[in-house]
Structures are given as C-alpha cells and as structure tokens.
C-alpha cells in the first residue's frame, strides 16, 4: 500500500514540475545524459566520452548531465534515475553497459537509450560504434613497414569485440604490409591500471615487438612510458597522441565522440532518438580519422597508407 | 554520570561517522558546492525518495550478509577479510548449478542452486581455517589474497568457458526466470535477499547469544588454551565457524546473480565484501545491530551517487567521503574506554575543595 502512496505523490510532484517548462520552452527541453564507467579526465575513453557529450550539447543546444566512475553493479541504478528524473536520451558509455541498458529500457519505454559501442540496437536502443577494422588497419600497415624485428605488438584490456576488431585489424594491416612478419597481443585484464599497461607491453617488447600499438583507457599511459623508456614507437588512440608523446607516436586512430555524438544526437525528434545501430569509419572523418604523421613516416608509406584509406571508403579494401 | 558517559562511548561510531561527515563537508564545499545542499541530496536520494530508498536496499542485501561472514568466525577470534573472494565463488557456484543443472524441479532446482553458492563460499573460507586450525597461518593475509584468486577465478569463466556467446562484455548467459527471486518493491530492484538478510541476523544473533555453539565460539574467541580445557575441540569450532562464514558470503553472491543480475558478471561486487567488514565493526560486532549499520552505509553508498547526479560533485570526492567515513569508524574502534580516568575526572569536579593528601587513595 505504501508504494502506492509514493508513486501518487511522485505522479503528482511530477506533474507540477512537468506542467511550467512545457509552456515556457516546448520543444527545446531535450536533455540528455551520459554515464560513464572511468573517470573524465582519464585522456582515453571516458575523457573523450564527456568531451564528445559537452560537444554535442553546446552544438545541438540541449541540457547535458554526467555521471563517473559509475561501477558495474550501479549502471541500473544511475540509468534509471536519468530515465526517472526525465532525460529524453542516456547513454551508456561502453559496451559493458549492454545488459543493464537492455533491462532498464524495457521498464522505461518512453526514454531513449544509447550504448557506445553496442552490439543491438531494438525497441527504444540505440548503438554508436565506429569500424575499429578499417582505422586499425591503417595503423597496421604503417606497423609492417616500419617494423624493423618484423614483430608488431598490440596490448588490450579484455578480449571484447571492440579489441577483438581492432586487433584483427591491425594484424591484417601488419601482414599486408609485412607477410612474413607477426603480431603478439597481450591483455591486461584491466582498462585503468598503468602499471598493468606498462608491464604487458614490456613483456611485449622483449619478445621482439617494436611496433605497438595499445588500446586501453588509463592503462594506455603505462604502455607509452614503457615504449618511451625502451625506445620503441607506436600507436595513439582516441586522439592525436603525438602531441603528449612526439618521440613514440607515429600516427593516432582518432575516434572523434564529439564529432559522432553530435551527428547522433542530431537525429532526435520529439525528445526521442530513432532505434539504430550508428556507425562511422573513415568516410565519416568528422567522427573518425587519422591524426598527424610522425615525421619518422616516409612519403612512401604514407601515400600507401592514404591509398589504402581511400580504397576502404570505396569498399574496394575490407579487411 | 559515569553511567552516560559510557554510554555516549559506546555510540563512538556514530560520533565517528558524524564527524567524517563534517570534514567531508568541508571538502565539499572546498570544491565549490554546499555542503548542506548535498547532503541533503545524499539523505533524500538515499532513504526518502522512493526509488532511492530502492537502490539502498539493493545495496543492503549483499552486505548485510558480508557484514555476518565478519561477525560469526570473529566470534571464534578468526579474522574474516576473505568475504569478498567468498561471494565471487559463492556466485561462480550458483550460477554453474543454475545454468548447467537441468531436468529438476523448479524448486528444487533453486534450493540446489542456493546451497551450491553456499558451499562455494564455504569451501573457499574453509581453506584458510585449515591452514590457521593445523599449520597457525595467519587467515587475515591468506584470506585477502584468495579474494583476488577468486575474483580472478570468476573472471576467466566468464571470459572463457561461461561467457555468453556473442555478449560484448564478460558475462554469462542469463539463468532461468524460475530461479529469479521475485521483487518487493514494485518498479524497483529489491529482491526478497533482504528478507533473507534479516532474517539471518536475527538467527545467528540467536545462536551467538543463546546456542551452546555460539558460547562455544566465544570461548574460544576469547582464550583458546581454556576452550581447550574445558573440552572444546578448538580445530574444529575454528573450521566450522570459518564454513558457516563463508556460506552466508556465499549466500550473498547467490542473491545478487538470482536477485538482481540473472547473470555471472565479470567484476559483479564492488567490494561488498570490505563492505561487511567495516559494517560488522559498526555495529559492534552484534548481529541484532547489523541491519541498522548496513542501512547506513548502503544509504550512504547509494546517496553519494544521487549526490554525484544531483549537484554535479565530482566522484572523487565522493570516494574520498566513504573513505572518511571508513578511516574515522576504524579509529574510533581502537580507542578503549578508560574507566578510571573518568571516574577520576568526574571525583575531581565534584570534590574540589578536597585536600591535596586525599588524592593518594582515589
């Protein structure tokens, strides 16, 4: 009996909130929210999350709420309440969100939902991912050229699709470039930890690799020092790394959040966005690109590299 | 007088987390918000607002139980820091009985699936009690390292063997909507484990008090050599209270994949093992208290997200007032009430014009 009590109070608190701003602003009242598994200033996944929702919000207008470092067990929790407290749009920022994004959206049906890097998007769902291949290939087929050991090297959290796909990407890249040569992964088990980071990849070193090309979110950090230290080159991701590491970075997978959640976010109508599973890659460069060359990079191997972009936009490359 | 002074000790504590509060209110404001604005986000997203007394309750079930696998072998003087790896293989076990256990019974199907978590948890508690039992090794560092071994244990089933085919994060497949334990709290997530947590601290509460068992433990908590001597087989009340600890960890575990996940996550407990810890020593090791001690903490768990939604406070903070909290409880515990000193304190002021010569004999 008592639940009824509050709900009637809630419906009734809401409905006074409700009433005033639907006059005042109509349709401009869009608000949406982002929560996030790591912190926001991580330089990596989670940074580039909150920086690409801020974007969105300022380019598109609409109200934006966060949350960090929101642990496994309170993703319902946090989804819920935006859903509750009458966000048009949440987002779960990683895939690890999928099953607690699955189970709140079907007791909020009038909530949009938006899982980065998702696999489904039905009912009120929505997926943002980006074609983690194609940009990884790239950067593998700098790595066969330049390798001088023939070893490259790729360091991953946890073997989820989207470091499956950047590393089948990269070793397809490696081999097209380089038949004769390999690549070692190694995982760490963990997205933040930089000692873990710097660890696996000089392990990875010491087998050989001089090409690497790591992929998780704070831990990234530990493996560029690593490569720092040892003189070894390699890859940024999320942004133009060669700015923080000039020595190590020859060329960045940059996967603009701003640029893909502002042209996300765009297709919202009537406070709610159309269930679709949004991808961008290379012929959405507003979204995904390459970042500047290392100068260590000959002419050469990036017209070959540029060649072989332009041929995965004209789908004639698909690795 | 003497009488509430004591008292006022007793609720060292409360006092203790009153005083986190303050200093995390200072924090607060130091990072440019009002404190009292916030607080009185936690206070209303934790315990008032409907939904937000929900995600407390969530929250309770587990560590209400992790608080118990604390209390009971503490009894016996075994230091359970292992709640945490406990309710990993308590989980790990449930759920391979539930998802690979087919052709039973509905219900007995769910009664196998809760008795495996607690035997999971069970036996993982029971290898450190044989170790400290026969060879004296110190259970507090044995078991804060299997926690690991188990968290990583789980891990790997869910990422190999267990993982759903497919899934984009390590998590196994979705166990059977028989097994679901049925909510309490329409709209929200609070299962029937709280229940079951209740439920519990009152009967071990019963036990510790009232059984020749819990006597039993506490004899030997308090002085193994006269336990010896007065009969009881140390080795094994050391095993058995151990066992018993670990199953109800392990029961929390089961209650979270059963109540609230329906699947075996990769990192499914945030430290609700820890959790239990500090929860056991907040309410003085008593299992009558538990409850309330649980309330509070989940509250303030559950409270400082709202508070991180409602005013925008960074979660650092946050993490950094549950940690205040923590750290002033844990000093509070250490300070021992001096009896003498206050009586003396309190002769004083009564009797001032007392001569020098007399303060011999008090």
Known sequence: MKHQFFKGLRIAAGMAALAVPQIAIAQDDVKFAIVMPGVITDNSFNQAGYEGALAASEALGLEMAYSEKVAQPDQPEALADYARRGYNVVIGHGSEFSDSVQRVAKRNPDTSFLIVNGSEATGNISTVGYNYRHLAYGLGLIAGEMSKTGTGGFVGAQQIPFSTNLLEGYTAGFLAANPDGKVLSAWTSDWDDVAKGKEATLNLISQGADMIFPTMDNATIGSLQAMQEQGVQGFGIYYDAIEDWPDTILQSAIFDLSGAMTAVLSNIEDGKLPSKAYEFGFETPEAARFGTFHGDVSADVQDAVNAAIAGMVAGEINP | ?362
């Open chain 2, 1 to 362: 007088m003497i009488k509430v002074i004591e008292f006022a000790f007793r609720l060292r504590t409360i006092w203790a987390v009153f005083l986190a509060l303050f200093v995390g209110g200072i924090m607060i404001a130091a990072a440019g918000h009002n404190p009292f604005t916030a607080y009185g986000a936690l206070f209303h997203g934790a315990f008032i607002d409907y939904y937000g007394l929900g995600a407390t309750l969530v929250k309770m079930s587990p560590i209400l139980l992790a608080g118990l696998a604390v209390i009971i072998p503490l009894r016996a003087g075994l230091f359970n820091i292992g709640g945490e790896g406990q309710i990993y293989m308590g989980a790990l076990c449930s759920t391979g009985v539930a998802l690979y256990v087919t052709g039973l019974p509905d219900l007995a199907h769910f009664a196998l699936v809760i008795v495996a978590g607690c035997i999971g948890g069970g036996l993982w508690a029971l290898i450190p009690a044989i170790l400290k039992a026969y060879r004296g090794i110190n259970e507090v560092i044995v078991t804060i390292l299997m926690n690991y071994v188990a968290i990583n244990l789980v891990s790997y089933f869910v990422s190999g063997p267990m993982m759903q085919e497919g899934a984009p994060y390590p998590y196994s497949p979705e166990i059977d909507d028989h097994l679901f334990l049925s909510w309490i709290m329409p709209g929200t997530d609070v299962h029937t484990g709280i229940i079951m947590g209740l439920l519990l601290s009152f009967t071990f509460w019963f036990i510790l008090k009232y059984s020749s068992v819990g006597i039993g433990w506490s004899t030997v908590g308090h002085n193994p050599v006269a336990a010896k001597y007065a009969g009881i087989n140390v080795k094994r009340q050391i095993l058995i209270s151990m066992f018993v600890g670990g199953a109800v960890a392990g029961l929390a575990g089961t209650i979270e994949v059963i109540g609230l996940k329906y699947r075996l996550f990769h990192l499914f407990s945030p430290g609700y093992g820890y959790d239990g810890i500090v929860v056991a020593f907040l309410a003085g090791l008593n299992p009558i208290f538990l409850p309330f001690a649980t309330l509070f903490l989940s509250g303030l768990k559950a409270g400082a997200n709202v508070m991180q939604r409602a005013i925008g406070l960074e979660s650092t903070i946050i993490e950094a007032i549950q940690g205040l909290v923590i750290i002033f409880t844990a000093a509070s515990l250490a300070l021992k009430f001096n009896k003498p000193f206050w009586e003396r304190f309190l002769n004083r002021k009564e009797a001032p014009s007392t001569v020098k010569g007399d303060s011999k004999n008090v």
